[in-house]
């Protein structure tokens, strides 16, 4: 009655003429809503799915995960948020959280930054996203490792930037004069301490040469650094962004490889002249909450718990590498070179073949349940890439099971390569 469908009489309740009258329902013609010109940009990229098993990319050993310990903090942070706290969070988040990330990034990866300069984000996509809305207009020009990260070249595309993939080399990016006299850019992506895919590492001397043409031709370095905490050979790599004072410098890191990928947590640091200009402007962008988990975070992060976990998941890792160098020693040592394998959690096979397909070889094996990626499908510019090879993630396979699963590979690869001559 209160919404007009029933009206009352003396001869009773009866139904508004309204209701009744026929409704034709007609199946809405979605075709001639055309998507955006920033989705149409993204419709075309063969981004790889979420995959598991040996040997997917980027999945952590998450029943190594100390469960227990984690529910029990983040059952103290839920007793100890007040009903204030259940309102809107300071979007560049809370600030315990904040001041424990960059004390352990000062401690743990050479960062010169304070709680000031760091921005709490859904991940590391949602930190390339957000570094295109603040610092970039639509036609600005992206730098991207080419072969390279497939999140940031969706991040650039979907901002309408101009992207420009520069190559890579057995260290990392490698720009040329050339480079940045036709190019100039407004950004550059890339992951110095473990290139994704190829897995370099980028020298000394080529970091602080980045740094200088990048302070020279006014443009941010958003360095990912996405897995170096697993440092397998040598001491642990500092971050370029603490080598100079002032470095022009967005630092992007993540949860999702140290802890777990469903906690969608990553965080940036930027240059303290960018915070102070970036503050007022996050007040107008999507607020966000999760209070207790941030501060359960935070608890994780101060108490030691995080780096009692790192250290026991890089003895693990390690273990696991090792076994996998010996398993790709015996079964592909002869049609394939490792690359990579000292840090992070995936390592690459350079196929000494060029006339082998990697993305046949890759497709055949996820037929057979094998999740591996191919490095000709990370390709970031119109230049194709002298990077012919597979990708395996070896951080969520056992040791015991990873001999057996690259010889299932190495058989995959050879049928491969033989059909691809016939």
């Known amino acids: 009655m209160a919404e007009g469908l029933l009206l009352t009489s003396r001869r009773g309740t009866l139904v508004a003429h309204v209701a009744a009258s026929a409704i034709v329902e007609e199946s809405a013609d979605w075709t001639a809503f055309a998507l955006s010109r920033r989705a149409q940009a993204l419709t075309g990229m063969a981004l790889p799915g979420v995959l598991s098993g040996a040997f997917a990319l980027g999945v952590p050993a998450l029943d190594a995960f100390p469960m227990a310990a984690w529910r029990r903090t983040l059952d103290r942070a839920w007793r100890e948020t007040r009903p204030s706290e259940l309102d809107y969070a300071d979007p560049a988040g809370l600030q315990v959280l904040r001041q424990a990330i960059a004390d352990y990034l000062q401690a743990a990866r050479g960062v010169r930054c304070d709680a000031g300069q760091v921005v709490v984000t859904n991940g590391t996509q949602a930190s390339l996203e957000l570094c295109v809305h603040l610092f970039t207009d639509a036609g600005d020009t992206a730098w991207i490792e080419n072969p390279g990260y497939l999140g940031a070249l969706s991040a650039f595309r979907g901002g309408q930037l101009r992207t420009v993939g520069i190559a890579v080399d057995d260290e990392g990016i490698v720009p040329t004069a050339g480079d940045w006299e036709r190019t100039p850019p407004r950004l550059i992506y890339t992951s110095p301490s473990h290139q994704y895919p190829s897995g370099g590492v980028l020298g000394m001397r080529r970091r602080l040469a980045l740094l200088d043409n990048a302070q020279h031709a006014g443009a941010l370095i958003i360095e990912d650094d996405y897995d170096s905490e697993f440092r397998h050979d040598g001491p642990p790599l500092p971050a370029m962004q603490g080598l100079v004072s002032s470095s022009p410098v967005i630092y992007l890191g993540t ?16 240059p303290p002249g960018l915070a102070e200009v970036v503050r007022p402007v996050l007040t107008r962008m999507p607020m966000h909450g999760r209070v207790p988990e941030q501060r359960a975070l935070a608890a994780f992060l ?9 250290r026991r998941m890089r003895r693990l890792y390690r273990e696991r590498r090792d076994a996998l160098l010996d398993a790709l020693d015996r079964h592909v040592g002869g049609i394939a070179a490792v690359h990579g394998a000292g840090t992070g959690m995936h390592l690459s096979l350079r196929l000494s073949d060029p006339a082998w397909r990697d993305d046949q070889i890759t497709d055949a094996a996820l037929a057979a349940g094998i999740a591996v990626h191919c490095m000709t499908r990370h390709e970031t510019g119109l230049r194709k890439t002298s990077w012919t090879g597979l990708l ?15 010889q299932r590979l190495a058989g995959i690869a050879c049928r491969a390569a033989t059909m691809r001559a016939r």
């Open 255 to 270: 949860f999702s490889k140290t802890m777990f990928p469903a906690m969608r947590t990553g965080f940036m640091v930027l």
């Open 302 to 310: 101060g108490s030691g718990q995080f780096l009692q976990h790192l």
């Open 392 to 406: 395996l993630g070896y951080s969520q396979v056992p040791a015991t099971e990873i001999d057996a699963a690259v």
